[in-house]
């Protein structure tokens, strides 16, 4: 492992591209190995030790492949296994959680914070922990919701449909209704909902886990001395290898909308046996 290494970001499925794609922008000369466990999602419905399960089978297969850092570009995974995983990995590994508590507590001028996230991450309670273990977080009211419908109708790519807007003022209601002025977007998915969530709560700050993420990431290699030195020339495409564990029949078309732009077509790996 060295400074040229790739930098390994794991998901339960597609929705980590959106973290990728802060990656990405933050971490321009990298080069990345993503790895979508798209077989078994969604992790958001089961139980801590499924997820820890499988979080440690994804952390296993990108350490083989000699990464640098890992990603846990899954909030629900971060929720429930950070300490599995870390508790396994040799190399640094980053989670969505603490970089959004911090940032979420610094954008906050009512000190009226919500948390929205899967089923999983809600219960796990990781994004409230993380707040409420912070400095200044004794002023600070928290809401959280879980949103399990917002996955599946992001997948669709009903982003702005209005079934999809029926479902959010059903969800934000509490948070509405409390003057929430910030809200942590605690599951990948979410980010490409911000159109239509800016809308419904007009003057609310969000918070993109993946892109507070991404910054942690970019102050932890830093400070290990492992930024590539590597620039990439302009215009050139970025170095990424794909993995996933089925191929879904969207694969295509949904990674486009959570990355931005095509992508090659992903290997098929089984990672339950390493
Ligand atoms: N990637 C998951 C998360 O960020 C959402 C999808 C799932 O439930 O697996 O929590």
């Known amino acids: 492992m060295n400074k040229v290494s790739p930098i390994g970001v794991f998901d339960s499925g597609i929705g980590g591209l959106s973290v990728l794609?802060?990656?990405?922008?933050?971490?321009?000369?990298?080069?990345?190995?993503?790895?979508?466990?798209?077989?078994r999602v969604p992790y958001g419905n089961r139980t801590p030790e499924i997820i820890r399960q499988y979080s440690k089978e994804c952390t296993k297969f990108l350490i083989e492949k000699g990464v640098k850092l890992i990603v846990v570009a899954c909030n629900t995974a971060s929720s429930v296994a950070l300490d599995a995983i870390r508790s396994i990995s040799d190399v640094p590994v980053i989670g969505m959680i603490q970089p959004a508590a911090?940032?979420?507590?610094?954008?906050?001028?009512?000190?009226k914070i919500g948390i929205i996230g899967t089923r999983a991450t809600i219960a796990s309670k990781s994004y409230s922990n993380g707040i409420l273990g912070l400095p200044d977080s004794n002023k600070v009211e928290l809401i959280s919701v879980a949103c399990p419908l917002f996955v599946p109708l992001v997948e669709e790519g009903w982003l702005r449909h209005a079934v999809t807007r029926q479902v959010a003022v059903e969800y934000l209601s509490p948070l509405i209704?409390?003057?929430?002025?910030?809200?942590?977007?605690?599951?990948?998915?979410?980010?490409?909902?911000?159109?239509?969530?800016?809308?419904?709560?007009?003057?609310?700050?969000?918070?993109d886990s993946g892109e507070h993420a991404s910054v942690a990431s970019l102050r932890q290699l830093a400070?290990?001395?492992?930024?590539?030195?590597?620039?990439?020339?302009?215009?050139?495409?970025?170095?990424?290898?794909?993995?996933?564990?089925?191929?879904?029949?969207?694969?295509?078309?949904?990674?486009?909308r959570f990355l931005g732009f095509a992508t090659e077509h992903p290997e098929i790996v089984d990672i339950s046996s390493i």
């Not at 940032?103 to 009512?110: E, K, Y």
């Open 21 to 39: 794609k802060q990656l990405m922008r933050f971490l321009p000369n990298e080069k990345f190995i993503y790895l979508g466990d798209t077989a």
């Open 102 to 111: 911090i940032a979420a507590i610094r954008a906050t001028n009512n000190g």
């Open 177 to 207: 209704e409390n003057k929430t002025d910030t809200i942590i977007l605690g599951c990948t998915h979410y980010p490409l909902l911000l159109p239509l969530l800016n809308e419904l709560m007009l003057g609310v700050t969000f918070i």
């Open 223 to 256: 400070e290990l001395d492992l930024l590539s030195g590597e620039s990439t020339e302009l215009l050139k495409k970025p170095e990424i290898k794909f993995y996933v564990t089925d191929v879904p029949t969207q694969f295509i078309d949904t990674a486009l």
